[in-house]
């Protein structure tokens, strides 16, 4: 069961995330979308998705 801060801890994560991908250089972004990719595939094994 989610604690009851952790939805607002990621919404204060995805915002940093968000705020730093729309500001990095364009040679960092392939390393970015691997690592979310990545980070999907381990996400939806975890919740069944896969």
Same mark, same amino acid.
């Given at each position: +069961? +989610?604690?009851? &801060?952790? @939805?607002? #801890?990621?919404?204060?994560?995805? #915002?940093?995330? *968000? /705020?730093?991908?729309? &500001?990095? =250089? #364009? ?5 970015? *979308?691997?690592? @979310?990719? /990545?980070?999907?595939?381990?996400? =939806? /094994?975890?919740?069944? @998705?896969?």
């Amino acid at each position: +069961m +989610m604690e009851s &801060n952790e @939805l607002q #801890e990621w919404h204060k994560l995805s #915002e940093k995330l *968000v /705020a730093f991908t729309s &500001n990095c =250089s #364009e040679d960092i972004k392939p390393y970015i *979308v691997g690592q @979310l990719q /990545a980070l999907l595939e381990i996400l =939806s /094994a975890q919740i069944g @998705l896969k």
